[in-house]
C-alpha cells in the first residue's frame, strides 16, 4: 500500500511537470521543482546610479513579487564591466545568480580588452533581452540645423573641423559617432572625454559640436531646452522618444542601438531559464516599468533567448566593423 501510494505521488508530481513545460529528469528540479525558493542575485557590472543599475532595480522591483522572491542587485563595477561578467560567469548555474548584460560590457568591452576571457555567446545562457536604449543625435543649441539631412550637410561644409564628443575611446558614442558620420559622409574631429556625463556637457556649453549618445544620458538636457535632439538610432517605424524621428529615415539601414539583457552562467537549466523569463516578460508589461523606463529613454523588449543570441551575434559584428572604422586597437 505505501509503495502504490508513492507511486501515484510521482505520478501525479510528474503530470504536473508535463503541464508546466519542466523535465522531470533535470536534477535542479528533481531537488527543488518550486524555483525560486530564495532570493535571487542580479549582478550589475555597473556602478550605482548608472542606467544599467537604473533599469535593472526597475526590473528587480517588478519582477520580485512575481517570483515570490527579492531580486537583489549586486554592483559589481570595473574594467568596463568585465569584473561583474566574471563573477557571473563562474557563479553556480543554479539559477540564484543572474546578470543585467549591457552592450558595453558583454559585446564592447570584449572586444578592445585583451585581457577579457569570456566569451558572450559561447559563455553564458542567455535568458531575455531586457531594454532596448536608443542612442540619440544631440547638437549644441546654437548649431543652425533642425534635422538629419541639414546636419549632414552642415557637416560636410566644416570640411573636418566638426567636433564630435564621446564618452571615451571605444566608447558607445565614439563607435556610434564614428558609423554615424561614415554612412552619411563626412568628417568629424574625436573629442574625447572621460566619461558620458562629461562629454555630453562639452556640447552644452559649446565646446563641442555633437555627440550621438545612449539616451539616458541626454534627455534630460533635452527636455530642459540645453540640448537640440535630431534623431534616434533604433530602426525605422520605432517610436522610443515620442516625435523624435528614426536617423533611419535619413539613413536608411542605419541602426546603432544600446541593450540590456538577463544572462545566467553557462549550464543555467532550461527550466529556470523559461521561468525568469516568463515573469521577467509579464513585468516588462506593468505601467511601472514603461513609465520607469521612459523617464531614461529605454524601451521594455522581452525575448526568446535565441532570439537573444542572434541579436547579440549581430550586435558583435556590427560593433566590430565600427572598432575597425575608428581604428581602436584592442588593449
Not at 38 to 49: E, H, L
Not at 92 to 97: A, L, N, S
Not at 201 to 220: H, I, K, N, R
Not at 227 to 245: A, D, F
Amino acid at each position: 500500500m505505501l509503495n502504490s501510494d508513492i507511486s501515484r505521488r510521482q505520478l501525479l508530481h510528474s503530470a504536473w511537470l508535463g503541464a508546466t513545460g519542466l523535465s522531470v529528469h533535470n536534477p535542479l528540479w528533481a531537488q527543488n521543482p518550486r524555483y525560486p525558493a530564495r532570493p535571487v542575485r542580479m549582478i550589475v557590472p555597473n556602478a550605482p546610479g548608472s542606467s544599467v543599475d537604473t533599469i535593472s532595480r526597475l526590473l528587480g522591483q517588478q519582477l520580485s513579487p512575481l517570483l515570490g522572491q527579492a531580486l537583489v542587485v549586486d554592483n559589481k563595477a570595473g574594467a568596463a564591466g568585465a569584473v561583474g561578467i566574471d563573477a557571473g560567469k563562474v557563479a553556480t548555474p543554479d539559477g540564484y545568480t543572474v546578470i543585467a548584460a549591457s552592450s558595453s560590457s558583454v559585446t564592447v568591452a570584449p572586444l578592445l580588452q585583451k585581457a577579457i576571457s569570456y566569451d558572450p555567446l559561447k559563455d553564458f545562457e542567455l535568458i531575455s533581452l531586457v531594454a532596448l536604449l536608443p542612442n540619440v543625435l544631440v547638437c549644441r543649441t546654437s548649431l543652425p540645423v533642425t534635422k538629419l539631412s541639414e546636419f549632414v550637410a552642415y557637416a560636410k561644409a566644416q570640411g573636418g573641423k566638426f567636433n564630435m564628443a564621446s564618452a571615451g575611446p571605444g566608447s558607445v558614442s565614439h563607435l556610434a559617432g564614428v558609423a554615424l558620420s561614415s554612412a552619411a559622409g563626412f568628417e568629424a574631429l574625436h573629442v574625447p572625454y572621460k566619461g558620458g556625463s562629461q562629454s555630453v556637457g562639452s556640447v552644452v556649453s559649446g565646446e563641442t559640436d555633437w555627440t550621438l549618445t545612449p539616451a539616458p544620458v541626454a534627455m534630460a538636457l533635452v527636455k530642459g531646452g540645453r540640448l537640440k535632439i535630431l534623431g534616434h538610432s533604433m530602426p525605422k517605424g520605432t517610436q522610443p522618444l515620442g516625435p523624435v524621428p528614426s536617423l533611419a529615415e535619413t539613413l536608411p539601414g542605419f541602426e546603432f542601438t544600446s541593450w540590456i539583457g538577463l544572462m545566467g552562467p553557462k549550464g543555467l537549466s532550461a527550466e529556470v531559464s523559461d521561468v525568469l523569463r516568463r515573469q521577467l516578460a509579464q513585468a516588462l508589461q506593468s505601467k511601472e516599468i514603461k513609465d520607469g523606463f521612459a523617464i531614461h529613454g529605454a524601451v521594455p523588449h522581452s525575448s526568446t533567448g535565441e532570439a537573444f543570441r542572434e541579436f547579440l551575434a549581430r550586435d558583435i559584428e556590427q560593433t566590430r566593423k565600427a572598432i575597425r572604422l575608428a581604428g581602436v586597437q584592442a588593449e
